[in-house]
């Protein structure tokens, strides 16, 4: 695979107005057809859906039809194809407390019946995949909820969507907080288990996204490789994370460039894309951006990725495995380091 094989995505939620809980917004907001014209500038395939992205959740029922129809259009006009859908179940009121695992049973009825709408959305813009990034459903305090009856809540939850809809795909993205002070099902390890006890596994796995993985104290490529080796990494979310604090979403390889690599690496050793898998840039603009720059986190995230794949492909294996058989680790820390410098 070269570089060029890849296929990129981002969400409309990349190219934003810089709004963050200690401030306003510092840019303007950008229409949804003006952000798949920068995506396709770009030499983006695909964009990611929340469903309200593309209908809003109060919108008519006898209108939602027509509006999603709308959007797949402009998708069409601009070259682009959408990778996936994924219901926002955490911004309604009713779903303060974690529509999925709420204790009250209506809202859980809810959070139902928003999903199969986006699985509405879904088909209509035409994509098999669901992201799960279940934001809310865990704990601000641990005693306010049953935590075994809230394991069944979220499996009763991915089969109602698997039942509904049965070529639908489902990739649970788990993150370990924030906004909940601790999530069920925070890593991808937890998301794997959940899959094999879902009603048909083949259709459950993974999207990793790396801050996730770092906030867990995680290794991004080693979370990949095992989502890999279950034949269930379908989809990524690379970005890049300063130690543990709020999920940054900076751009990708900014912060630790060997941990980028070994992302990049894991993907092309193991034939990531080539049944459909999408590289994703869950990235997000400084603060500092104005206006007309606000998208370049997007373009150099990319870059930084094919300049990697192409580290990859070209980094002298052989040597490397000389290390490798010698167990001198000195120098394959070295050889690694000299590479990512340019100084091979
Ligand atoms: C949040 C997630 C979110 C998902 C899509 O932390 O990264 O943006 O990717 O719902
Ligand atoms: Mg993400």
Not at 138 to 160: C, N, W
Not at 304 to 321: A, G, H
Request: glycine share 6%; net charge negative; no cysteine.
């Amino acid at each position: 695979m070269t570089s060029t094989q890849f296929k990129f995505s981002a969400g409309p939620w990349n190219i934003h107005t810089g709004a963050d809980p200690f401030g306003p917004p510092v840019r303007d907001e950008v229409v949804i057809a003006r952000k798949m014209q920068i995506l396709r500038d770009l030499d983006f395939d695909y964009m990611q859906f929340h469903d309200d992205d593309a209908v809003p959740d109060n919108a008519h029922a006898s209108d939602r039809e027509r509006q999603a129809k709308k959007v797949k259009q402009m998708l069409d006009d601009h070259g682009l194809e959408a990778e996936f859908v994924a219901p926002r179940i955490w911004e309604d009121p009713r779903t303060i407390d974690g529509p999925i695992t709420a204790n009250d049973p209506e809202v859980r009825r809810y959070a139902l019946e928003r999903g199969k709408r986006a699985v509405d959305v879904a088909r209509i813009l035409g994509t098999d995949r669901m992201v799960l990034w279940p934001a809310r459903e865990g704990t601000y305090i641990r005693e306010s909820k049953k935590p075994v009856e809230a394991s069944q809540h979220m499996l009763d939850f991915i089969d109602a969507m698997l039942d509904y809809d049965p070529n639908l795909r489902i990739l649970g993205e788990m993150k370990p907080n924030e906004p909940m002070d601790q999530m069920y099902l925070p890593s991808t390890g937890h998301m794997l288990a959940m899959s094999y006890k879902a009603k048909d596994p083949s259709r459950v796995g993974v999207l990793i996204e790396s801050a996730h993985s770092i906030l867990l104290g995680l290794d991004p490529s080693d979370e990949m490789a095992y989502a890999l080796w279950h034949g269930k990494l379908w989809g990524v979310h690379l970005n890049d994370q300063n130690g543990l604090k709020f999920d940054e979403d900076k751009a990708f390889g900014s912060v630790n460039l060997r941990r980028a690599f070994n992302q990049v690496d894991v993907l092309v050793q193991n034939n990531y894309g080539t049944h459909g898998e999408v590289v994703g840039l869950d990235v997000k603009a400084m603060r500092t951006q104005k206006d007309d720059v606000a998208f370049h986190h997007l373009r150099n995230s990319k870059e930084t990725f094919e300049i990697l794949v192409e580290v990859s492909l070209n980094i002298d294996r052989q040597e490397w495995q000389s290390y490798v058989a010698a167990r001198d680790y000195e120098s394959l820390d070295r050889f690694i380091i000299r590479n990512l410098m340019g100084r091979a």
